[in-house]
């Protein structure tokens, strides 16, 4: 297992990418290859479904787009000379685009994906031998330099394909990799993570309004707690139950309010949501009749 970090100030080179779907995903990632410290030679493609969202992504400074439903070989068109493909589309609609695209991709491209759940054997088996495939899940937090994105690599990938997908994904934030076996799981704590803690933050507002504060002066309280905590805990040294007991006072308010919420199960509150996550990856996954 090995880990990288996006460094902001080091240039990053990068050949040219093809990008199928792009959906909130994708579109995190494309958005952070925009950014002054990388050069993508060659440019970024892009296909969507509709011309609203080709014409979105068009408007992007280096980025060209074509529209699936009004061009059926867009997708060919936009993998015919990249060296990277990501593909982002749903799950269930990858087998047949992985058959469309196999003729178009040359020898040597490195084919990404961010579809949880399908395997990386799905992919080697609907691509030719020459193609290598590596597994991603990134978070959405790529919008803003702080992603967390898994990466395992595949049967046919050599360590310079690696290299290329951790470059790829280091603009956007934090790389860890993984064996395939731990990446569905992962998916359910730094894919999905993010809307857990968004989910966090609406309860605990709701709590600050049902205390007496406005709507704004909840936000200001919540937003700036969760805010201020998480980057105390990135400047820190210590962990996070390090921090949690610098907080807690021995019989103080915040002790009696952690016992409660330890009352309540949180953790096996989390360990059931994930577990079913979990097992939904894997339900989006299975071939459709």
């Known amino acids: 297992m090995t880990e990288t970090a996006a460094t902001a100030a080091t240039p990053t080179v990068l050949p040219t990418i093809a990008f199928l779907g792009a959906g909130s995903m994708a579109r995190a990632v494309l958005t952070g290859l925009l950014t002054p410290a990388v050069t993508v030679e ?3 493609r892009a296909t969507n479904r509709t011309a609203e969202k080709a014409a979105e992504l068009r408007d992007l400074p280096g980025v060209t787009a074509w529209a699936t439903a009004i061009d059926p070989d867009a997708n060919r068109t936009a993998v015919t000379g990249a060296r990277i493909v990501v593909v982002a589309v749903k799950p269930a609609m990858v087998p047949d685009l ?8 040359e020898p040597g491209t490195l084919v ?3 579809a949880a759940g399908v395997t990386i054997a799905t992919f080697e ?7 290598a495939v590596i597994r991603s899940m ?4 790529a919008l803003v330099g702080k992603a967390v994105t898994g990466l395992s690599a595949g049967t046919r ?3 310079a394909d690696l290299d290329l997908a951790q470059a790829l994904f280091g603009t956007v934030g934090s790389v860890l990799v993984v064996p395939e076996d731990k990446l569905d799981a992962l998916s359910t704590i730094s894919g999905s993570g993010p809307a857990y803690v968004f989910y966090l933050i609406e309860e605990f507002t709701r709590t600050a309004i049902d205390k007496g504060f406005t709507p704004e002066e909840a936000a200001v309280l919540v937003n700036g707690t969760f805010l201020g905590a998480s980057t105390l805990l990135e400047a820190s040294p210590l962990s996070p139950g390090e921090l949690r007991r610098q907080v807690t006072s021995p019989h103080g308010t915040t002790e009696r309010a952690v016992w409660e919420l330890e009352k309540g199960g949180l953790k096996d509150l989390f360990d059931r949501a994930t577990d079913a ?3 939904r990856a894997r339900e989006l996954a299975a071939p459709t009749d």
């Open 112 to 114: 990404v994906s961010v």
């Open 157 to 159: 990938s050599t360590p």
């Open 138 to 141: 990134p978070n959405t937090p």
């Open 42 to 44: 060659g440019g970024i």
């Open 277 to 279: 996550a979990l097992a």
């Open 125 to 131: 088996a609907l691509l030719p031998a020459s193609v």
């Open 98 to 105: 992985l058959r469309e695209i196999a003729p178009s991709l």
